[in-house]
């Protein structure tokens, strides 16, 4: 006896669009982390050697999901500007875990002036194990939210 699959366009989609979901759940429990340890109280100066780090740089950290190359669910930036396109490779879904300022990496990985203050791999280390658990429950909200 054999067993015949038909694909359905339409499951197919809900498919796609609950592993991002189940993805961005994920992203957000690394971002909810990299937030709580990120440094961020200090003086004007970024580089300073011996104290903390200044500047908006907590605010700066965001996770996003993506679902071909579009933002599954980003607010909007702080002009009503829509999330852009995900302009890397062509995969049908991901997240993007990251900050948009300009010395997000100095932070995190050092420089010859500042000593490294790691905060997003920790909470990449932290999450890694109950990874797939956080995509599951992310897919089956989506998936109890959706019209079946």
Known sequence: MATRIISHPDQEKRV?????AGMGNFGR?????????????????STNPDGPVG????RSILSVAYLDGQPLDRPSDDNGQAAPAYQGHA?????FI????????FVEAGTNK?????ALIP???K???????????????YLKGSAL
């Open 98 to 105: 990251g900050s948009n300022c300009g010395y997000g990496l």
């Open 29 to 45: 429990a690394v971002e909810t982390d990299w937030k709580r340890d990120a440094v961020v109280a200090g003086g004007h100066r």
């Open 114 to 118: 500042m000593a490294a203050r790691p």
């Open 127 to 141: 999450n890694q194990e109950q990874g797939p658990k956080l995509v599951e429950a992310g897919m089956k909200a």
């Open 16 to 20: 796609k669009h609950a592993m991002a």
């Open 55 to 58: 500047g908006t740089f907590r």
């Open 91 to 95: 995969a049908e879904c991901g997240v």
């Open 123 to 125: 909470a990449i280390h």
